[in-house]
């Protein structure tokens, strides 16, 4: 039997909740919890779409209109949207041909207006009027592989990565808009003196200076000027990281590879352990505060707290 291999989560304020699939071999596609993870409701089935979907990204902008995008059974990038909180989905087509074996890895919006599109480093598409068009953005010398918005402001940063032939990492850098993505500058992003060159998994920030990032062997770096410039900071583990959850206060969660899950209560200089009880991956995670929220992973794993880690609930599907 097929278990879930589930790929993001997004919570809206106040609830509710919503975690893809990405494996793409299970009926759910996408569900909902409107309890903070304790139990899911399925929200999109692929019996009900054209073409079989995996799915890697999620946002809604509020509970009726949302947007989840992937790839097809053949490689081609796909982004839904429905406008009546999940009951009926239809294709973005301004995409089209420019999303052919492209898979959309990330949507995220910067208010209800002006969104974004990943497609894996090799495009990169920005609405201005809610999702109904989009137009597909080219910087020079930006290879787009996530986007972190800082809510209501206008002000993001989008992570550009130059991989080689072999897969090697040639250079990583922020780009940073002011204006939701209308313009945007490369920041030059340097290390111990030298350009940074590492893999990202995931960037977050809490404010326009304070920020982290993670990635592959417990790779955690933090920035006190907006990314211009990056310290280590000890992980204690070797697994990746793959997700990072920022919270207000400083507060945030990272979690990765054998159910490896870590908390930073002072805006990314320290990391704890906090014990998941599993050793599956864990890939997303959603919190409404320091203490209540839900991480979920590879092999169907989905876990509540709402004590700050201190205990996990298996949470209930269907």
């Given at each position: 039997?097929?278990?879930?291999?589930?790929?993001?989560?997004q919570l809206?304020?106040?609830?509710?909740?919503?975690?893809?699939?990405?494996?793409?071999?299970?009926?759910v596609?996408?569900?909902?919890?409107?309890?903070?993870?304790?139990?899911?409701?399925?929200?999109?089935?692929?019996?009900?779409?054209?073409?079989?979907?995996?799915?890697?990204?999620?946002?809604f902008?509020?509970?009726?209109?949302?947007?989840?995008?992937?790839?097809?059974?053949?490689?081609?990038?796909?982004?839904?949207?429905?406008?009546?909180?999940?009951?009926?989905?239809?294709?973005?087509?301004?995409?089209?041909?420019?999303?052919?074996?492209?898979?959309?890895?990330?949507?995220?919006?910067?208010?209800?207006?002006?969104?974004?599109?990943?497609?894996?480093?090799?495009?990169?598409?920005?609405?201005?009027?809610?999702?109904?068009?989009?137009?597909?953005?080219?910087?020079?010398?930006?290879?787009?592989?996530?986007?972190?918005?800082?809510?209501?402001?206008?002000?993001?940063?989008?992570?550009?990565?130059?991989?080689g032939?072999d897969?090697?990492?040639?250079?990583t850098?922020?780009?940073?808009?002011?204006?939701?993505?209308?313009?945007?500058?490369p920041?030059?992003?340097?290390?111990?003196?030298?350009?940074?060159?590492?893999?990202?998994?995931?960037?977050?920030?809490?404010?326009e200076?304070?920020?982290?990032?993670?990635?592959?062997?417990?790779?955690?770096?933090?920035?006190?000027?907006?990314?211009?410039?990056?310290?280590?900071?000890?992980?204690?583990?070797?697994?990746?990281?793959?997700?990072?959850?920022?919270?207000?206060?400083?507060?945030?969660?990272?979690?990765?590879?054998?159910?490896?899950?870590?908390?930073?209560?002072?805006?990314?200089?320290s990391?704890?352990?906090?014990?998941?009880?599993?050793?599956?991956?864990?890939?997303?995670?959603?919190?409404?505060?320091?203490?209540?929220?839900?991480?979920?992973?590879?092999?169907?794993?989905?876990?509540w707290?709402?004590?700050?880690?201190?205990?996990?609930?298996?949470?209930?599907?269907?």
């Amino acid at each position: 039997m097929n278990a879930p291999l589930f790929s993001d989560a997004q919570l809206l304020p106040g609830g509710p909740a919503f975690v893809t699939e990405a494996g793409g071999l299970v009926e759910v596609a996408l569900w909902r919890t409107d309890d903070l993870g304790r139990r899911f409701v399925p929200l999109l089935r692929r019996s009900g779409l054209a073409d079989p979907v995996r799915l890697y990204g999620v946002w809604f902008v509020e509970p009726r209109r949302g947007f989840v995008c992937g790839e097809t059974a053949d490689g081609d990038g796909v982004l839904l949207r429905t406008d009546d909180g999940g009951l009926s989905w239809e294709a973005v087509v301004d995409l089209g041909d420019q999303a052919r074996n492209i898979p959309l890895t990330q949507v995220v919006f910067a208010d209800d207006r002006h969104g974004f599109v990943v497609g894996a480093g090799e495009a990169f598409w920005r609405t201005t009027d809610g999702g109904r068009r989009w137009q597909r953005i080219v910087v020079e010398g930006l290879a787009a592989y996530g986007v972190f918005l800082l809510d209501g402001t206008g002000r993001g940063w989008v992570l550009s990565q130059q991989i080689g032939d072999d897969y090697s990492i040639l250079g990583t850098q922020h780009f940073l808009t002011l204006d939701a993505g209308a313009t945007f500058v490369p920041l030059g992003d340097r290390l111990d003196g030298e350009p940074l060159r590492v893999d990202v998994s995931a960037c977050a920030f809490w404010d326009e200076r304070q920020g982290v990032l993670c990635g592959p062997d417990g790779l955690l770096l933090r920035t006190e000027d907006g990314a211009r410039h990056w310290d280590r900071r000890a992980s204690g583990i070797g697994g990746d990281l793959n997700f990072l959850v920022p919270l207000p206060g400083g507060r945030a969660w990272t979690l990765g590879v054998g159910g490896a899950l870590l908390r930073t209560d002072d805006a990314g200089r320290s990391w704890r352990r906090v014990p998941s009880g599993v050793t599956d991956e864990l890939n997303a995670a959603a919190f409404a505060d320091p203490d209540r929220g839900f991480v979920v992973g590879n092999e169907g794993t989905a876990l509540w707290t709402a004590d700050g880690g201190r205990t996990f609930g298996r949470s209930v599907f269907g």
